[in-house]
């Protein structure tokens, strides 16, 4: 039976981003058992999306990936606008009004398709003889003294001294393990397609907030092209869904005040439910939970694999820590500091994002008049901008070693 010091189960962004982590920080044998293979990307932009922000691109950076990502399909935006339909509240943001930077930067973040950073990722991955692509699906599983027994559907068995389980939002291991989830429907589902946009996206990330929710415009590599998130409430996404091509363009033209001018779809339409999800704990006997299999976010700021992509880095530091100081791979006490460090990370998140959603739906009561004055003057603020602009880059201080930048590997 083949053993391996860290299983993974999950080849999503966040997994694979992780394999590649370990192999960073230390010379462990890895295996990540995933059952879909990556495919040729199509000529048209994929549907799923990502806003990368500074600390996501550090860490691929560091692991070798970025390069390859630039050399596919990415598209930087160096502008945000943010306004409240129909009202005179709009907050802009500039790369100009960025914090101080460690090096020459001329973006706020990257707007970059899934299949794209993923088979980035994917190529890496194969490069590396120490980490094993499994083509497979993890079907059993079973907690012993010193290692976790692995079930696969097709393959076999194999042995780890830990588990990684980055298996996406509905996490098999979370169910398997039992662990206790906190839980709450946002009532709100996104509708996720590719656009036309008639006066090109000019390099901005746009955000408009409707009485009902945010639609997001996100620019992608070709100049007429953007990606939307509309979030709205789970009635009207069905009814959106439902309405013919043309009547949806007009909708949709609409909602976006005519500022990218006529806006047509380029795609078919995706709806998914969106709900708010928040482990117990990141960590159940010797298993660790990151990226959506431990928290999931509302899309409104962008900020779910983000969030995940920091996991990742944080897990890198604590096995680096454990290892120099000769501890069991499964050592207790270091992944509880990771569950608590990590889930503080992921409420502040959660609550931020909280904030934005109550803040707009309470606002949306107040007089236009009155809540565009607030967002009016709150653009005016440089510092309070220079701070947002500074979260929503992932900026910060205590960030992993993985996460500073480095020249690309
Ligand atoms: C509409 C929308 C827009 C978003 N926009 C943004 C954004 O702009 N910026 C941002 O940061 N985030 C965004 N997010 C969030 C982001 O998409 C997720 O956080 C991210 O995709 C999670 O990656 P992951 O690798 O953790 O999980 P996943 O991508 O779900 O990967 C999980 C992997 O596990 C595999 N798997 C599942 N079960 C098993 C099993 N039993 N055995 C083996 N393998 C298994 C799956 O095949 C999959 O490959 C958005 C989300 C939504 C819904």
Redesign the pocket.
Known sequence: MQQYDIAI???????LSAALAIRAVADLRVAV????PITELSAEPCL????INDASENLLRQLGVWSLITQQRHQAYRHMHVWDKDGIGKLDFSVADGPHLSKEKNDIGHIIE?DVIRKALWHKVEQDSGIELIND??TNMAMGESEVFISLAKQGALLSKLLVA????NS?VRQQLELPLTFRDYDHH?I?ATVNVEHGHQDTAWQVFLDTGPLALLPLFERNSCSI?WSLPPEQAAQMMALDPAEFDKRISAASDGKLGLVTLSSERVS?PLTMRLNRSFVKQRAIFI???AHTIH?LA?????L?FVDVAAFAQTLEAILQDNAELNDNKAWQKFSRWRKSDAVEMMAAMEAIKQGFAMQAKLPKFIRGIGMSMLNQIKPLKQLMLKHAMGQRSDLPPLCHYKQDL
């Open positions: 189960v999950g080849g999503g962004m966040v997994g058992i995933e059952p879909k799923r999306v990502s806003a899934n699906t993890i980055a298996d996406g939002a098999w996104a996720v998130v998914f990226g959506d299999a899309p962008g900020q779910g694999v983000n995940g």
